[in-house]
C-alpha cells in the first residue's frame, strides 16, 4: 500500500473510564500507592487483549479526573489501531477491563462505562465508520513519550510477574493477579471423582487426580501446543475460559513456553480441585494429537524412550 519510506503510522487517543459501582472509584484506586500497581495491570492485559499484542498499544499517561480514569493512547501500527479499534465496538475491551480490574484488585466485579475520545472527536458517534475513526486518530499525535511514572509501572509489573512466576506458593502483595489456594493439588486418596477409572488405547486406568510430577511433565513436554491443550480443557472449566489462555500467554511470555504451559495447567488444577483429573488431561493431549505425552503420564514408557 505504502512505499517502505514513508513515515511510520502513528495517532493518539483518549480512553475515559468510569466506574458506575458508587463504592468503586478507579481515580481514587489509581491514586492508592499500594493499588495503582494493580489497576496499571489490569489497563495493560486488557489493552493487550485488545490487541493481540502486549506492545500493539502503549500507555504514555493516566490522567485522574473524578470521577474519569483517561488514559492517553498511542497507536504505532494501523493494523493494531484497528484491532482495538474493533475490540472496544464490540465491547470486548469493556469486558476484558472489568475481569482484569476484578483479578487484580480481587474484588468483586468492576461494572465500567467507557468512552472514546482523539482530540475533539466523540469516536463513540462513529464507530461503525473504521476508517473515519482511524483518521481522526491518525490527526491527533503523540505529545509525548511515556510519563515517568508509566516507565516505573512497567518495571514493577516485569518484576511482580517474574516473582509470580518463580514462587507460586507464596502470595503476591497488593497487586497479585489470583489468589492461590494453599494445596494446588487436591489430596490423591480422598474422594475420587464419579469416573473411578477410564479407559485409553485399550487399558483401564485408575482416573486419579492430577499430581505435582504430571504438571511438571506436561510443561516441560507439551510445548507450543500448550494453548491447544488449554482450548480443549476450557470446554469443561470456566477458568480457561477466553481471555484467560491468551492472558497466561502474555503474562509469562518472557519466561518461556515451560511456564506459560504450567501456568494454564495450574489454573485448571486450582478451579476444578478434585476434578481436575488425568482423564480429562488425556482426553485434550489426544485431541491434539499428544499421544506419547499421555503415554508418559500414565507410565507406559519412560521419558527417555519418549525423546
Not at 21 to 46: D, G, N, R
Not at 58 to 73: E, G, N, Y
Not at 173 to 179: I, M, P
Request: overall charge neutral; glycine content about 4%.
Amino acid at each position: 500500500k505504502m512505499a517502505g519510506s514513508s513515515p511510520p503510522w502513528t495517532g493518539s487517543a483518549y480512553l475515559f473510564l468510569q466506574s458506575t459501582c458508587k463504592t468503586i472509584a478507579l481515580p481514587s484506586l489509581y491514586e492508592s500507592s499500594q493499588k495503582k500497581p494493580c489497576v496499571f495491570k489490569a489497563l495493560k492485559l486488557a489493552l493487550a487483549d485488545s490487541t493481540g499484542s502486549v506492545n500493539g498499544v502503549d500507555m504514555l499517561k493516566v490522567h485522574c479526573s473524578h470521577p474519569h480514569l483517561i488514559v492517553q493512547l498511542r497507536f504505532c501500527r494501523q493494523e493494531n489501531c484497528r484491532r482495538f479499534l474493533r475490540s472496544y465496538r464490540e465491547g470486548a475491551l469493556q469486558k476484558s477491563l472489568q475481569s482484569h480490574l476484578q483479578l487484580s484488585l480481587a474484588t468483586t466485579m468492576v461494572p465500567l462505562e467507557v468512552e472514546l475520545k482523539a482530540g475533539s472527536e466523540h469516536l463513540d458517534k462513529m464507530l461503525k465508520d473504521e476508517d473515519r475513526c482511524l483518521e481522526c486518530i491518525y490527526k491527533e499525535k503523540p505529545d509525548r513519550l511515556p510519563d515517568e511514572e508509566i516507565t516505573e509501572l512497567e518495571e514493577c509489573l516485569k518484576s511482580l510477574m517474574l516473582h509470580q512466576s518463580t514462587n507460586n506458593n507464596v502470595a503476591g502483595k497488593d497487586c497479585s493477579a489470583l489468589k492461590s489456594p494453599s494445596q494446588p493439588y487436591p489430596p490423591q486418596g480422598s474422594s475420587l471423582p464419579t469416573q473411578l477409572t477410564f479407559i485409553f488405547q485399550g487399558q483401564q486406568f485408575d482416573n486419579r487426580t492430577i499430581t505435582p510430577d504430571d504438571h511438571q511433565k506436561f510443561a516441560k513436554s507439551v510445548s507450543k501446543k500448550w494453548k491447544q491443550v488449554g482450548r480443549s480443557l476450557q470446554r469443561s472449566c470456566r477458568a480457561l475460559r477466553d481471555p484467560a489462555i491468551d492472558t497466561v500467554a502474555l503474562e509469562y511470555e518472557r519466561e518461556g513456553l515451560y511456564e506459560q504451559a504450567y501456568q494454564m495447567l495450574l489454573r485448571f488444577i486450582q478451579s476444578e480441585g478434585k476434578r481436575a483429573t488425568i482423564a480429562r488431561l488425556v482426553t485434550a493431549l489426544e485431541e491434539n494429537g499428544l499421544v506419547s505425552l499421555a503415554e508418559e503420564l500414565l507410565g507406559l514408557h519412560s521419558s527417555e524412550e519418549c525423546s
